[in-house]
């Protein structure tokens, strides 16, 4: 009996041989749980016993080609005289040492996550190079087992289910960049990844119809989808996201805040101004009219120094400590690789990519970006 499971690739998984070279052959349940595919480690050959039950499907591959494969559940005795029905199979075995592999394929879905190991660099126009980790989750199944075998498993000489499902992962990242890399050339920007990962997704699942089909991998649903941006990038996120809920830009958005302080203060002005009682409509109003005003003001008052903000090149005045444009902090640190001069909070350097502070993942002990939620060698959340 050769009995056995991805986990166990020696011939040591069964038992020994018989005397006249038939050995029964079956993919035990205990070792195969959420293995997608089992390489029996032994040659079949004729006369073996081959069992095939009901979740599975067993495929005979031979020079480089699928030569047969049983996917009703039964045990078969691979003799002559099973000509008839096994045909092919039994012809192929005939002769002298004449034998074949054999690979067992599970029929059902599987839930996989994919993560990146190297990060996709987003050119982008305000940010420049901005070094992106994608993870999420999808469900597949082979939906072709000869093409499967043939092309996938065959062609890149596969001997293990883990070989094959981190080769079906590593794609999925590919898809995403690639699906990615589309968005952008349509001319979409780093902070719009966040709004379109529906969108993403639904992109990655549509190739993935192409790019899987010829491999007999078909791909059911993409989901969970997540990209990890370094923090001075999530930050002008938020930044945005948050000023269009406001609806207003980001100097009313000052403003507004300006005068909530102020109202709640009964003594001071600007509440007397604003009145008891006022509506969100008013206050609107009258924090647009302040922010027309401002704008009015700034040509008449060249006097004032100012200074250009250390990352979006606004002019500011000198003596603000964050850009009213970007948000910014306005200090400069140095990057240690290439000596660029970046903004105080970068985590990773603009121009060449070095992350500029790291922390180590708590499960594998793998040096990871500060601002990392996810660790990109082992996928632990951080
Ligand atoms: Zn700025
Ligand atoms: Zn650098
Ligand atoms: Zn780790």
Redesign the pocket.
């Known amino acids: 009996m050769l009995f056995g499971g991805s986990k166990r690739t020696d011939a040591t998984a069964g038992g020994k041989e018989g005397i006249i070279g038939a050995m029964t052959i079956a993919w035990d349940d205990a070792y195969k749980r959420n293995f997608i595919m089992w390489k029996v480690p032994r040659n079949i050959r004729l006369n073996d016993n081959i069992v095939v039950r009901e979740d599975e499907i067993a495929v005979f591959y031979r020079d480089g080609k699928v030569l047969a494969y049983l996917d009703k559940p039964d045990r078969y005795a691979l003799t002559s005289q099973n000509a008839p029905i096994l045909g092919g199979l039994i012809r192929a075995l005939s002769g002298v040492k004449q034998q074949a592999e054999v690979y067992y394929i599970q029929k059902k879905v599987f839930d996989g996550k994919f993560g990146s190991k190297q990060p996709y660099q987003f050119k982008d126009k305000e940010f420049g190079i901005v070094n992106l980790r994608v993870f999420g989750e999808f469900r597949y199944k082979v939906h072709d087992p000869v093409n499967f075998i043939n092309q996938f498993v065959g062609t890149l000489n596969y001997q293990t289910s883990e070989e094959v499902e981190e080769r079906i992962k590593e794609q999925m990242v590919l898809l995403v960049y690639d699906a990615i890399g589309h968005l952008k050339e349509k001319g979409m920007g780093v902070t719009e990844l966040a709004p379109n990962l529906t969108n993403i997704e639904q992109i990655v699942l549509e190739k993935s119809k192409d790019h899987f089909g010829m491999y007999g991998i078909e791909i059911n649903k993409v989901s969970g989808l997540y990209i990890n941006l370094p923090e001075e990038v999530q930050k002008a996120v938020d930044t945005r996201a948050s000023m269009q809920v406001l609806g207003a830009n980001y100097l009313q958005y000052q403003t507004g805040q300006a005068m909530r302080e102020a109202a709640q203060n009964p003594s001071g002005a600007a509440g007397a101004g604003v009145g008891i009682g006022a509506g969100i409509g008013a206050g609107y109003a009258m924090i647009g009219s302040m922010a027309q005003a401002a704008q009015a003001a700034q040509p008449q008052q060249p006097q004032q120094p100012s200074k250009a903000?250390v990352?979006?090149g606004?002019i500011i005045p000198a003596d603000a400590k964050f850009?009213p444009?970007?948000g910014?902090r306005q200090e400069k640190i140095e990057c240690p690789n290439c000596k660029a001069s970046l903004p105080a909070d970068a985590k990773f350097c603009s121009n060449c990519g070095a992350a500029l502070g790291s922390k180590k993942c708590q499960n594998c002990n793998a040096d990871i970006p500060a601002n990392s939620k996810f660790c990109p060698n082992c996928g632990k959340s951080v």
């Open positions: 903000c990352k979006c606004a850009c444009s970007c910014a």
